[in-house]
């Protein structure tokens, strides 16, 4: 019954994206019951939630972190999480969001700079969604001159 419980709250908060408050409960379930398989499994799952949250919360506080990238961060990790209408609320107050590749240089270029920064800051983040990263990266840097391309290699 009270793992039952335990587990009940657990995927309650792990269902809105209250990561840190699932991690207590899952901890606590894995301290009574740690020889289940699957108890293990929700464990691990839970602190990698953690770990990406907390380091969206960290790039948050970073001033040199590029805006559209911080957004799109947290757009791909939250999606399953907050409602849609918060998340195009939160993406009318990011500048340069809506800007195409190749349209202006300078902010290609600071796309492109701002995921070579998160690729050494952040690396949990970026590992979890690698192939978005390098696909924004790859259209950014397209119609970048060879000398700029080179400096920004990943």
């Known amino acids: ?5 335990l587990q009940d709250e657990h995927d309650g908060f792990l269902e809105v994206g209250r990561f840190r408050e699932a991690e207590i409960y899952i901890d606590l ?13 929700k464990r691990r799952q839970t602190q990698e939630l953690m770990r990406v949250d907390k380091e969206i919360h960290k790039m948050e506080r970073d001033e040199a972190v590029f805006p ?10 939250y999606s399953g999480y907050w409602l849609p209408e918060n998340l195009e609320l939160m993406s009318m107050s990011v500048p340069f969001l809506d800007s195409e590749a190749g349209e202006d240089l300078q902010i290609d270029e600071m796309f492109a700079q701002g995921i070579v920064y998160l690729r050494k800051k952040y690396p949990l983040l970026y590992r979890r969604f690698q192939n978005d990263w390098d696909e924004i990266f790859a259209e950014r840097i397209q119609d970048l ?9 990943i």
Request: hydrophobic share 40%; charged share 30%.
């Open 145 to 153: 001159n060879r000398e700029a391309r080179r400096q920004l290699k």
């Open 29 to 41: 379930l894995y301290y009574i019951d740690s020889a289940n398989p699957e108890t293990k499994e």
């Open 68 to 77: 559209p990238i911080l957004f799109h961060a947290m757009e791909w990790f």
């Open 1 to 5: 019954m009270i793992t039952e419980a």
